[in-house]
């Protein structure tokens, strides 16, 4: 029988424990995190996909880079990396690089990933670098107080848009699509069993994955824009949210407050970064090539 | 000549290298096995040769998108176990401070290789120059205490390479290799040792209970020991100030603490860091305190002002930060005169003009860079500075 984390759990989550409570560091609970906020429920998929896999949890990583999304590595209980602002996708990079057992999941905000961290994206998913990103979609920098990014729609309002911002904002399935990613979906946090099973799938999967996840920001993205509390929020995803699983991801556009097309976009095989330049050495060198055998004891006779 | 036979992995024996190349043996030998980076003059060399060689040696190199990725990729690859090492010039160097920052904040041990050009901006891409000290030292946004080295020579560019990445793990903190242009392309003699005559430090693993481990329980040094990612100790680390835990604490007093060890660590360790070259220093009226390619002109304005019958000591820093406080200290009591030359137009001299604190007198021999001192302006400080 496959052994899965939730089994070896199951004991303590019995009876009067949150079932994810092993997964969580309840010694940093409760969360910064404002009430209503999505982030607690993409923590909660997250967590859930980790529980029903079959991954040894000392084998998977989290690494955030800054904003709200970013405190996400700081409360999970696993090797969790808090970095720099939009430096999240190449520091998982070297991590997995340098230890590719490790699944290496990337769980950070929209401004974090495709602004201040944008090329690291785009190279990202070029190479197939076999990493999970898990992007928290909330259209605005809410850390600093709600300034507009590249993915706030066309005339929402923002402390740094008072008028209503005017620059045309990212489709990131479309973006992380055609630079190579292999795995692309978009759900929003009112989609939790699709969600989970989507990061269940890309946890399992190898390659470079994105997963968007749209997500309500009551406190000032929601409020500047009159939007109603994370609850009303969650009501709009219910009513205007249409799977198109396989739809061409150009057509997934989000313009402010319309229809949001949600599903998986891509899901295709291609050999990753890592086993193509093993495979690619290995022939080019010929027998003199000595592959990285992930870390080790190093070479040295000193204490 | 037939091309060189690349594969053993440590290349004991005598080689015809420039500085570049023995930098990246030196990493090689120092168990390097990760190298991200990205291209620029005069540094692209040592990439170049990683490039060939890991594969031979069970290394990874991977060309980065930019310096920011370049850095940020060698810590994490050094959480997942690896010794790992970047490599960049002036512009790179400035890209690559951020993380740095996250390097020193979060103890995570690694080289900084800074092959230095004329600044500022693109400045003089070919021609050397060392005005990157002062941004080794301060380059990143907050307080800190950092580890720079600058070697002399090809040579001291494999020794000191290894020495550097003994430091980082010693201590766990990012080291600065500071070389410059000249010294990153001139080609000499250099020796590798037999695999048994190079310190190499292993890093210090915690060997404590799992359950018991917190990140930043320093040891008597100051130090913590590392982990690394896999290993089910499921710890945290964060660039925001943090407590034993790693957990992030925003108040004062957390601040206090952590940031007074990560400047005590160095400190308090200043001596055993410390690596000085001194010549005829004893009796010497006159010192000239010098490091990298300035030290190799600096050798001649010595021979020229001994043979005036001035007598000359050279003070050589081959670690520039921690500055040698106490050393420099000492040789102000006695001396007339300290000279520095440096390839900038005063940036190391300023620490030395601090700790002299006007107990003897001090002269810089500036160069604005792209070319090294010409030794008569370095032997004119000199006679200057033996006047009574």
């Given amino acids: 029988m496959k052994h899965t984390n939730s089994q070896a759990d199951r004991q303590i989550a019995d009876g009067k424990h949150h079932p994810l409570e ?15 906020c999505g982030l607690g429920t993409c923590l909660n998929s997250f967590l859930t996909a980790v529980r029903n896999s079959a991954i040894p949890r000392e084998n998977i990583a989290v690494v955030s880079g800054i904003g709200c999304t970013g405190r996400t590595a700081g409360y999970v209980n696993l090797d969790s990396f808090h970095t720099t602002h939009g430096r999240a996708i190449p520091f998982a990079t070297g991590l997995k690089l340098a230890n590719p057992e490790l699944t290496v999941v990337v769980i950070s905000g929209d401004g974090d990933l495709v602004a201040i961290g944008g090329n690291h994206f785009i190279h990202a998913a070029r190479r197939n670098m076999d990493i999970n990103i898990i992007c928290v979609n909330n259209f605005n920098y809410a850390m600093t107080g709600g300034q507009f990014g590249p993915t706030t729609p066309e005339t929402a309002r923002t402390t740094t848009a008072p008028y209503g911002s005017f620059e045309h904002p990212f489709n990131l399935p479309f973006l992380a699509d055609s630079c190579g ?42 409020r500047r824009n009159r939007l109603g509390t994370g609850l009303d929020l969650l009501q709009f995803y219910h009513d205007n949210s249409v799977i198109k699983n396989g739809i061409d991801t150009r057509e997934c556009d989000i313009r402010f ?9 891509v899901d295709e095989e291609k050999t990753t970064f890592h086993d193509t330049m093993t495979g690619y050495l290995k022939d080019a060198v010929g027998e003199k090539y000595v592959p990285y055998v992930g870390p080790m004891e190093m070479p040295g006779n000193g204490d | 000549m037939s091309r060189e036979d690349n594969s053993s992995w440590l290349k004991t024996g005598p080689h015809y290298w420039d500085g570049d190349y023995a930098c990246a043996e030196g990493a090689i030998a120092a168990g390097c096995r990760f190298l991200a980076g990205y291209p620029i003059t005069p540094s692209t060399e040592v990439a170049e040769r990683i490039a060939e060689r890991f594969p031979l040696v069970g290394g990874t190199f991977i060309q980065m998108e ?40 979060t103890e995570t041990p690694c080289v900084v290789v800074n092959v230095q050009r004329g600044g500022p ?12 000290m002062m941004q080794a030292r301060w380059g990143s946004h907050g307080d800190y205490e950092i580890i720079a080295l600058s070697p002399s020579s090809p040579q001291e560019c494999f020794d000191l390479t290894v020495t550097a990445f003994n430091l980082s793990e010693r201590y766990r903190v990012p080291v600065m290799f500071m070389m410059d242009e000249c010294v990153g392309h001139m080609t000499e003699k250099v020796v590798v040792p037999h695999l048994s005559k190079i310190h190499v430090l292993q890093r210090r693993w915690y060997r404590g209970k799992k359950e018991r481990y917190r990140p930043y329980v320093p040891g008597k040094d100051l130090v913590p020991p590392m982990v690394k990612a896999g290993d089910d100790f499921r710890f945290h680390i964060t660039g925001l100030t943090h407590d034993e835990r790693g957990y992030p ?32 220093v004893e009796g010497a009226e006159v010192v000239v305190v010098s490091y990298g390619i300035s030290y190799r002109v600096a050798t001649r304005a010595i021979a020229l002002a001994r043979d005036k019958g ?63 001192h010409d030794p008569e302006d370095i032997l004119a400080a000199i006679v200057e500075g033996a006047k009574p």
Avoid at chain 2, 72 to 94: D, E, N, R
Avoid at chain 2, 121 to 132: A, C, W
Avoid at chain 2, 250 to 261: D, G, H, L, P, W
Wanted: aromatic letters at 6%; proline letters at 5%.
């Fill in chain 2, 310 to 372: 001035i007598r000359v000591g050279s003070l050589r820093l081959v670690t520039v930060w921690p500055f040698p406080e106490r050393r420099i200290a000492e040789l102000a009591d006695k001396v007339k005169c300290l000279v520095m030359p440096e390839i900038n137009l005063g940036q190391v001299y300023l620490e030395m003009e601090r700790v002299a604190c006007g107990r003897c007198r001090t002269k810089l021999v500036p160069h604005c860079g792209g070319w090294v």
């Fill in chain 1, 257 to 265: 407050q319309e229809q949001l097309i949600i599903g998986k976009f």
């Fill in chain 2, 121 to 132: 901006s693109t400045g003089l891409p070919t021609l050397t120059g060392q005005q990157d």
């Fill in chain 1, 22 to 36: 092993p997964y969580l560091r309840m010694d940093r609970i409760p969360h910064i995190w404002c009430s209503t």
């Fill in chain 1, 181 to 222: 990613a292999t795995y692309v979906a978009r759900w929003t946090a009112l989609h939790v069993r699709h969600l989970t099973a989507s990061i269940g799938e890309a946890l399992e999967r190898r390659g470079f994955s994105f997963i968007e996840v749209i997500s309500p920001c009551p406190t000032v993205y929601a």
């Fill in chain 2, 249 to 280: 604490v925003i108040n004062a007093a957390c601040q206090s603490i952590c940031v007074t060890r990560l400047v005590d660590k160095i400190k308090q360790n200043a001596d055993r860091i410390t690596i000085l070259d001194e010549d005829r």
């Fill in chain 2, 66 to 105: 930019d310096e920011l990725a370049s850095m940020a990729a060698i810590l994490g690859a050094a959480w997942g176990g690896a010794k790992a090492m970047t490599v960049t010039s002036g512009p790179g160097f400035s890209l690559m401070q951020e993380n740095i920052g996250l390097g020193v904040m």
